[in-house]
């Protein structure tokens, strides 16, 4: 078969498999956290449920995760791409753009929360649930467009 | 609003044209990566004024020859 037909192959570039690790990770790391807090609370009020430890080892886990994982899918296939080049910085500025609203929505909630004297649980919690939600939407965005076509405005 | 974009291209038959030329081949002599010259290739991705000129630098071709964007030749005639 002529060399020229293998256009439509779908393979990542390393930035696109980072883009789907992390979404993985954030998912997952924020879903186990809800968990483990629901799980604690046990009926009380979910204000009075022990939420620290399990949101810094949340958040711990999944920086380490996101780590590892990168490092195994770089020495999964050696021989990929590890070039980074404009379309995915543009990507990777589109993806980040996206997720920041949601980091700058949970800095003015939880500055409103504490200056209306909120509970701790509910301000960490909102600031938590925006990062999650930042990292979500913005490697969502990422793979969209990596898997479909950059957006013209 | 995101809309598609017009610019249409002959990378493929151009590639053809040169002895088959890869689309790793090709990504290699502009600096992209092969997933960013198959984004080229299916009008997925509208390239930088540079990569354009490198893509027809590469066919030693005219810019026209490689990129259309649609009403250009009848906006030049």
Same mark, same amino acid.
């Given at each position: 078969?002529?060399?020229?037909?293998?256009?439509?192959?779908?393979?990542?570039?390393?930035?696109?498999?980072?883009?789907?690790?992390?979404?993985?990770?954030?998912?997952?790391?924020?879903?186990?956290?809800?968990?483990?807090?629901?799980?604690?609370?046990?009926?009380?009020?979910?204000?009075?449920?022990?939420?620290?430890?399990?949101?810094?080892?949340?958040?711990?886990?999944?920086?380490?995760?996101?780590?590892?994982?990168?490092?195994?899918?770089?020495?999964?296939?050696?021989?990929?791409?590890?070039?980074?080049?404009?379309?995915?910085?543009?990507?990777?500025?589109?993806?980040?753009?996206?997720?920041?609203?949601?980091?700058?929505?949970?800095?003015?909630?939880?500055?409103?929360?504490?200056?209306?004297?909120?509970?701790?649980?509910?301000?960490?919690?909102?600031?938590?649930?925006?990062?999650?939600?930042?990292?979500?939407?913005?490697?969502?965005?990422?793979?969209?467009?990596?898997?479909?076509?950059?957006?013209?405005? | 609003?995101?809309?598609?974009?017009? &610019? #249409?291209?002959?990378?493929?038959?151009?590639?053809?044209?040169?002895?088959?030329?890869?689309?790793? %081949?090709? $990504?290699?002599? +502009?600096? &992209? #990566?092969?997933?960013?010259?198959?984004?080229?290739?299916?009008?997925?991705?509208?390239?930088?004024? %540079?990569? $354009?000129?490198? +893509?027809?630098?590469?066919?030693?071709?005219?810019?026209?020859?490689?990129?259309?964007?649609?009403?250009?030749?009848? %906006?030049?005639?």
């Amino acid at each position: 078969m002529s060399k020229i037909l293998y256009i439509t192959e779908k393979v990542m570039t390393l930035e696109e498999k980072r883009a789907w690790i992390r979404l993985v990770v954030a998912v997952a790391a924020y879903g186990g956290y809800v968990v483990v807090v629901l799980g604690r609370a046990a009926g009380r009020p979910l204000a009075e449920a022990p939420y620290a430890a399990a949101l810094l080892w949340s958040v711990g886990a999944a920086i380490v995760a996101a780590i590892v994982a990168e490092v195994v899918a770089g020495a999964v296939n050696p021989k990929a791409s590890r070039a980074k080049d404009v379309r995915d910085r543009e990507i990777g500025r589109l993806g980040d753009h996206v997720g920041q609203s949601f980091v700058t929505i949970g800095a003015v909630a939880a500055m409103l929360m504490a200056v209306a004297g909120w509970d701790r649980f509910w301000i960490a919690n909102v600031i938590y649930l925006c990062f999650a939600l930042s990292a979500v939407l913005g490697n969502v965005t990422k793979v969209i467009v990596y898997r479909g076509s950059f957006p013209q405005w | 609003m995101v809309k598609p974009t017009r &610019v #249409t291209n002959r990378i493929r038959a151009l590639r053809f044209a040169h002895d088959e030329m890869t689309q790793a %081949e090709l $990504a290699e002599r +502009i600096g &992209v #990566t092969r997933q960013t010259v198959i984004a080229i290739e299916q009008g997925r991705y509208s390239p930088s004024l %540079e990569i $354009a000129f490198q +893509i027809a630098h590469v066919f030693k071709v005219p810019l026209e020859e490689v990129f259309h964007y649609p009403g250009s030749q009848e %906006e030049t005639t």
